[in-house]
């Protein structure tokens, strides 16, 4: 019986494409081996174990041919599919499957399929923490992370040397053989990997000893990266071919740095703006004040009206942050906190008191159209 790759995937069946794509993100990142280096192996195992079924799942549910197959048979392969696992990963997302409707479109059609050719390389996620300043002003970092790459010793054809290895008779060294196949519309002539030499077009008379007839390695790499001026939280930077190898002339996959941004103690964030709050004296709130508040930059005075209210915004033109695209910077937008004095002396309050009739005169806007609303009820 199939898996429920919805289950797997944590989503339900009328989940959206980009639904399945971020819950793939999130538990393909949960369970990447880069982050059980230290873990016990039962510990790797699972976690193995669980981002292929995760990778699996996935590349099922975003194809909409496997997907459209699935939902109607419980198999990806349709009605004449042994269905999911039961057949293997053969790698990460590296399945060499049969798509039965794929394979009936381009019979129609007279297209090919997009996997006959070299495979190119996963892409990798690598989690990168940065300041709340790093991610405004742009900063260098050097990333470092685990991927497969092609074996130098037999450059990538798994035979020692790169030499001890014959061509597949089967397939002729295309590393794909036309099959005839029995369909609901009858026979059908469709084209899939070599299910001798694996699609590599090779047999491997003697296995390279570095990676064991496998072709590829696994090694630590770094790079170092200009993260420019304004990235936010959750955002990307993707760097070309720096990912997984990929099959014989394929290209690599690609690194894809996604962004954890650390909060600020002072400053909100709002795209490009700024948001901070500024507590004042009740003075400072009757008479006005000048007071120099910090900024990204530099320190800045800002004026305080006479009357100022609680919860007033004051906007400061850019002092925000950088635009990704552009040279121009969004604003900063100051919330005006009356600060009230608690714990009164009894002759502060007797002052107040006097203070209170002083300010009788005065112009109360909100008390005057409250006390105007209790009057008319």
């Not at 964030?269 to 709050?277: I, K, Y």
């Given at each position: 019986m199939a898996a429920n790759y919805y289950e797997i995937l944590g989503v339900?069946?009328?989940?959206?494409?980009?639904?399945?794509?971020?819950?793939?993100?999130?538990?393909?990142?949960?369970y990447h081996p880069d982050l059980y280096t230290n873990a016990t192996e039962s510990q790797k195992a699972e976690a193995e174990k669980k981002f292929k079924e995760v990778q699996y799942a996935y590349d099922v549910l975003s194809d909409p041919?496997?997907?459209?197959?699935?939902?109607?048979?419980?198999s990806e392969d349709g009605?004449?599919?042994?269905?999911?696992?039961?057949?293997?990963?053969?790698?990460?997302?590296?399945?060499?499957?049969?798509?039965?409707f794929s394979d009936i479109f381009s019979a129609f059609t007279g297209g090919g399929r997009a996997s006959s050719g070299p495979r190119a390389g996963d892409d990798i996620e690598v989690p990168l923490t940065l300041t709340f300043k790093e991610a405004c002003y742009g900063v260098e970092k050097e990333v470092s992370y685990s991927r497969v790459e092609r074996c130098d010793?037999?450059?990538?054809?798994g035979a020692k040397d790169g030499t001890q290895y014959k061509t597949c008779t089967k397939c002729g060294g295309r590393g794909r053989i036309t099959v005839s196949q029995r369909t609901m519309l009858g026979m059908?002539?469709?084209?899939?990997?070599?299910?001798?030499?694996?699609?590599?077009?090779?047999?491997?008379?003697e296995s390279c000893p570095d990676c064991k007839g496998k072709g590829k390695v696994r090694r630590q790499r770094s790079v170092k990266i200009k993260i420019p001026a304004g990235?936010?939280?959750?955002?990307?930077?993707?760097?070309?071919?720096?990912?997984?190898a990929g099959g014989p002339g394929a290209p690599n996959g690609n690194l894809i740095v996604i962004f954890n941004v650390l909060p600020h103690p002072l400053f909100k964030?709002?795209?490009?703006?700024?948001?901070?709050?500024l507590p004042i004296t009740v003075a400072q709130a009757i008479l006005g004040a000048e007071i120099e508040i910090p900024t990204l930059?530099?320190?800045?005075?800002?004026?305080i009206p006479e009357g100022t209210q609680d919860g007033t915004i004051i906007r400061v033109k850019g002092k925000g942050v950088k635009h990704l695209r552009s040279d121009s910077y969004g604003d900063l937008f100051v919330k005006v906190i009356v600060d009230v004095p608690r714990n009164l002396s009894g002759k502060q309050k007797k002052q107040l008191k006097e203070l209170e009739t002083v300010l009788a005169g005065g112009k109360y806007d909100k008390l005057d159209k409250y006390n105007k609303i209790i009057k008319e009820l």
């Open positions: 339900s069946k009328d989940a959206s494409a980009d639904e399945i794509k971020s819950a793939y993100r999130k538990l393909a990142k949960k041919q496997k997907k459209a197959a699935y939902d109607q048979y419980g009605p004449m599919g042994g269905g999911g696992f039961s057949q293997g990963f053969g790698g990460f997302r590296d399945f060499g499957g049969f798509d039965i010793s037999c450059k990538g054809t059908m002539q469709t084209e899939r990997v070599c299910d001798m030499c694996g699609g590599s077009g090779k047999i491997i008379l990235v936010d939280n959750g955002q990307m930077l993707t760097m070309r071919n720096e990912g997984n964030r709002d795209g490009v703006n700024l948001h901070m709050e930059s530099a320190p800045v005075k800002i004026e």
